[in-house]
């Protein structure tokens, strides 16, 4: 075949370098959208925060207005010690305390308000067991056995290895038997907190239990039932437990708030899971009559271009400026690009916030069905786009902080032709197992007669999904005595 070149002319679509930050940046959180913006920060000379909104803020007088700008106290101090102390013309000198002196500005009084205030960290389980276990009298050997289990434990405090499977992975010389590490699993039982290094719930439940006072009301038929009817107790199958405990109603519902009254994770307290902390993208508030959104302030980043380089470059536009023309090009197109992400989300949010002011009013049994199209439609934008904006951004309402995405949501049909969302009816659920009598709870089939009643078609294998969305027991398990 012989080959020959041709040249031909097509359409295709390209995403400008622009467009594919301003999409990218739409979708980020605002936790990553500050990632992003330090990283241009730190790769771009002519791109800087604009800091100017702090300077110039004039120390409050006393009798201020609540609300005004106030200056950090630290700020205040520091100010006013300076305009004392220091001498006209001359630049301010910081001093800050050290390790090898008395602390610089402690002052010989004895106060300590001038230094930050660091929290304490927490210490670990494995930490606060083995501090135990050095207050104890024990040979090496065993202690070494001991930690062997407290290195064994999970994050709930139970011991899942088994111990045969532990003595099988010890060197043989070492003459380690199962007695051995038996010996050492009731050293780690005896120890804070109560429960801790237990095989099983009934095990856990047991030894805070035990750990109770021996005065303590019900605690014997408590252990017993821990201990051998631990899943009647469970299942609430009361009749059972009062035959085999041979006990009235008033003393199983004794027991059973004993028994409930426990920890079934006694490590949990030693958790290191950090608090995540929302910073709201839009504030809504209530003004005249009306609800309105309004961008948070403080989640917005500020940012301008270097007017030291920017002058530069005007000045010399010669080849050798040719990098600093493009990351000038590149600071003024992110921040448009941010401008833009904050002003298609406060459109998003009026939207919104104006197809669910019913919400706003009376709560969740008052939200409306809503779907990702309707407000695409409305502000002539594409579905993913309003997508993009809904996820990971969250609004401060009177009624709590919450993703804009919970907003929407699927709807039913009502008697009457209207429809109903799907989070009024979790509401509405919600609500009605909350009044129920625990003695004879509700059923799904009973809810769903009770909502065809107010109008609401909704089929009973509907209600048991959303009721398990609530996390809501089933009927069995809601029963009290």
């Given at each position: 075949?012989?080959?020959?070149?041709?040249?031909?002319?097509?359409?295709?679509?390209?995403l400008?370098?622009?467009?594919?930050?301003?999409?990218?940046?739409?979708?980020?959180?605002?936790?990553?959208?500050?990632?992003?913006?330090?990283?241009?920060?730190?790769?771009?000379?002519?791109?800087?925060r604009?800091?100017?909104?702090?300077e110039?803020?004039?120390?409050?007088?006393?009798?201020?207005?609540?609300?005004?700008?106030?200056?950090?106290?630290?700020?205040?101090?520091?100010?006013?010690?300076?305009?004392?102390?220091?001498?006209?013309?001359?630049?301010?000198e910081?001093?800050?305390?050290?390790?090898?002196?008395?602390?610089?500005?402690?002052?010989?009084?004895?106060?300590?308000?001038?230094?930050?205030?660091?929290?304490?960290?927490?210490?670990?389980?494995?930490?606060?067991?083995?501090?135990?276990?050095?207050?104890?009298?024990?040979?090496?050997?065993?202690?070494?056995?001991?930690?062997?289990?407290?290195?064994?434990?999970?994050?709930?405090?139970?011991?899942?290895?088994d111990?045969?499977?532990?003595?099988?992975?010890?060197?043989?010389?070492?003459?380690?038997?199962?007695?051995?590490?038996?010996?050492?699993?009731?050293?780690?039982?005896?120890?804070?907190?109560?429960?801790?290094?237990?095989?099983?719930?009934?095990?856990?439940?047991?030894?805070?239990?035990?750990?109770?006072?021996?005065?303590?009301?019900?605690?014997?038929?408590?252990?017993?039932?821990?201990?051998?009817?631990?899943?009647?107790?469970?299942?609430?199958?009361?009749?059972?437990l009062?035959?085999?405990?041979?006990?009235?109603?008033?003393?199983l519902?004794?027991?059973?708030?004993?028994?409930?009254?426990?920890?079934?994770?006694?490590?949990?307290?030693?958790?290191?899971?950090?608090?995540?902390?929302?910073i709201?993208?839009?504030?809504?508030?209530?003004?005249r009559?009306?609800?309105?959104?309004?961008?948070?302030?403080?989640?917005?980043?500020?940012?301008?271009?270097?007017?030291?380089?920017?002058?530069?470059?005007?000045?010399?536009?010669?080849?050798?400026?040719?990098?600093?023309?493009?990351?000038?090009?590149?600071?003024?197109?992110?921040?448009?690009?941010?401008?833009q992400?904050?002003?298609?989300?406060?459109?998003?949010?009026?939207?919104?916030?104006?197809?669910?002011?019913?919400?706003?009013?009376?709560?969740e049994?008052?939200?409306?069905?809503?779907?990702?199209?309707?407000?695409a439609?409305?502000?002539?934008?594409?579905?993913?786009?309003?997508?993009?904006?809904?996820?990971?951004?969250f609004?401060?309402?009177p009624?709590?902080?919450?993703?804009?995405?919970?907003?929407?949501?699927?709807?039913?049909?009502?008697?009457?032709?209207?429809?109903?969302?799907?989070?009024a009816?979790?509401?509405?659920?919600?609500?009605?197992?909350?009044?129920?009598?625990?003695?004879?709870?509700?059923?799904?089939?009973?809810?769903?007669?009770?909502?065809?009643?107010?109008?609401?078609?909704?089929?009973?294998?509907?209600?048991?999904?959303?009721?398990?969305?609530?996390?809501?027991?089933?009927?069995?398990?809601?029963?009290?005595?």
């Amino acid at each position: 075949m012989k080959q020959s070149l041709q040249l031909k002319l097509s359409q295709h679509l390209t995403l400008t370098p622009q467009l594919q930050q301003s999409i990218k940046l739409l979708q980020l959180s605002t936790l990553e959208l500050n990632q992003e913006i330090e990283r241009f920060l730190q790769d771009n000379p002519l791109l800087e925060r604009d800091d100017s909104s702090d300077e110039d803020i004039p120390v409050p007088q006393p009798g201020a207005m609540p609300g005004s700008e106030l200056t950090p106290p630290s700020t205040q101090a520091t100010t006013s010690t300076d305009s004392e102390d220091r001498p006209e013309g001359s630049e301010p000198e910081m001093e800050w305390g050290s390790d090898e002196g008395g602390g610089g500005g402690g002052g010989d009084d004895g106060e300590d308000g001038d230094y930050p205030q660091v929290a304490a960290n927490e210490p670990s389980l494995r930490e606060h067991l083995i501090w135990q276990m050095n207050l104890l009298k024990l040979s090496e050997r065993d202690r070494l056995l001991l930690s062997l289990l407290v290195d064994c434990l999970d994050d709930d405090g139970y011991l899942t290895a088994d111990l045969e499977e532990l003595v099988a992975l010890l060197p043989p010389e070492r003459g380690v038997d199962a007695s051995d590490l038996q010996v050492a699993l009731k050293h780690l039982q005896n120890m804070e907190p109560a429960g801790i290094g237990s095989r099983s719930l009934g095990e856990c439940l047991a030894l805070q239990l035990e750990a109770l006072p021996p005065q303590t009301p019900y605690r014997a038929e408590a252990l017993h039932t821990v201990r051998n009817h631990l899943d009647l107790l469970a299942a609430r199958d009361y009749a059972r437990l009062k035959k085999l405990l041979h006990c009235t109603d008033d003393s199983l519902r004794e027991i059973q708030a004993l028994v409930v009254g426990l920890d079934p994770r006694p490590a949990s307290r030693f958790s290191n899971d950090a608090a995540r902390y929302i910073i709201p993208d839009v504030i809504v508030k209530k003004v005249r009559g009306a609800w309105r959104s309004a961008l948070n302030p403080d989640a917005m980043p500020k940012l301008r271009v270097n007017r030291l380089y920017a002058d530069i470059l005007q000045r010399n536009r010669d080849s050798s400026m040719q990098q600093l023309s493009g990351q000038l090009q590149e600071a003024k197109w992110l921040i448009k690009n941010v401008q833009q992400r904050f002003d298609t989300i406060l459109r998003v949010s009026q939207a919104i916030v104006e197809r669910q002011r019913h919400f706003f009013e009376h709560g969740e049994v008052a939200m409306r069905p809503l779907v990702l199209r309707e407000i695409a439609d409305t502000l002539g934008l594409h579905e993913s786009t309003v997508s993009r904006v809904t996820t990971q951004k969250f609004m401060l309402t009177p009624r709590g902080i919450f993703e804009l995405k919970y907003f929407f949501g699927s709807h039913v049909t009502t008697e009457t032709g209207g429809a109903c969302s799907a989070t009024a009816i979790r509401a509405l659920i919600k609500q009605l197992v909350g009044e129920e009598d625990r003695r004879k709870p509700l059923s799904d089939s009973q809810i769903s007669e009770i909502l065809g009643k107010q109008g609401i078609v909704v089929a009973r294998r509907t209600i048991a999904k959303y009721r398990e969305s609530l996390q809501i027991l089933p009927v069995n398990l809601r029963k009290a005595l």
